[in-house]
């Protein structure tokens, strides 16, 4: 069963608007954590946002947050006020357990950002 | 701080070649993962290191395929007997030990059998 759901394979936003790109999950470990990462055209996974299963808030990183909605196990990214550089592949990850081990990621999301 | 680098960037093998991948990861970090990555999917989970023990296996981590982390800081990802279907770009990644895991990756070897 698919862990980690992407539904859209594209976006499109206009430069300096917000855009929130889906990620839902399945787990049934109560403890794990969901990330974000983004992979520009370069091929580097780069680290953006993490969301722990306990965290009471909703966690933001500069202009990422986090739209966590336990009850749905949805765990969206919101980019505010895009820029070009913000045009990549994003990926939803997801560990289980309290600690250590494998993420598992989905399909991901190519994010394009028009001037 | 350097980051996690990989080499080679960029192996191209015939098959049936034996081919071996490097990676660093950063220097504090005990925890030490490999994925696979194909066009258009996201990574794939291969194997995992704390210190040296390699505590998990994919099984899509086939017989031919093994890693190696001697002294607990760089690792080794070699495959044996390429074949075409392992085309695909090998990252590394590294984390501490501790509750967030946050991992960061490398820049990745793109494997090219032909």
């Known amino acids: 069963a698919q862990k980690i759901t992407q539904t859209q394979p594209g976006m499109f936003v206009q430069e300096k608007e917000a855009v929130t790109l889906d990620c839902t999950y399945d787990?049934?470990?109560?403890?794990?954590?969901l990330f974000w990462y983004k992979q520009p055209s370069s091929g580097e996974m780069i680290f953006l946002i993490y969301?722990?299963?306990?965290?009471?808030q909703n966690a933001t990183e500069g202009r990422y947050s986090l739209n966590f909605q336990k009850a749905r196990k949805s765990a969206n990214l919101v980019i505010s006020a895009s820029q070009l550089g913000d045009s990549a592949m994003y990926f939803c990850?997801?560990?289980?357990?309290?600690?250590?081990?494998?993420?598992?990621f989905g399909q991901g999301t190519e994010l394009s950002v028009k001037p | 701080d350097t980051g996690v680098s990989q080499n080679p960037r960029h192996k191209i093998t015939k098959r049936g070649q034996n081919v071996t991948f490097r990676c660093d990861p950063i220097?504090?970090?005990?925890?030490l993962y490999w994925y696979r990555q194909t066009l258009g999917q996201g990574p794939e989970f291969l194997t995992y290191?704390?210190?040296?023990?390699?505590?998990?296996k994919s099984r899509l981590l086939s017989d031919r395929f093994s890693a190696e982390r001697p002294k607990g800081s760089f690792s080794t990802l070699e495959i044996q007997r390429t074949e075409q279907g392992d085309s695909a770009m090998y990252l590394c990644?590294?984390?501490?030990?501790?509750?967030?895991?946050?991992?960061?990756f490398g820049p990745g070897t793109r494997l090219t059998v032909l």
């Open positions: 787990t049934s470990d109560p403890s794990y954590g």
């Open positions: 220097s504090e970090h005990n925890r």
């Open positions: 969301q722990g299963s306990y965290d009471q």
């Open positions: 990850a997801m560990r289980e357990g309290r600690q250590g081990g494998k993420l598992i």
């Open positions: 290191f704390q210190n040296e023990a390699q505590l998990e």
């Open positions: 990644a590294s984390s501490k030990e501790r509750s967030r895991n946050e991992q960061f």
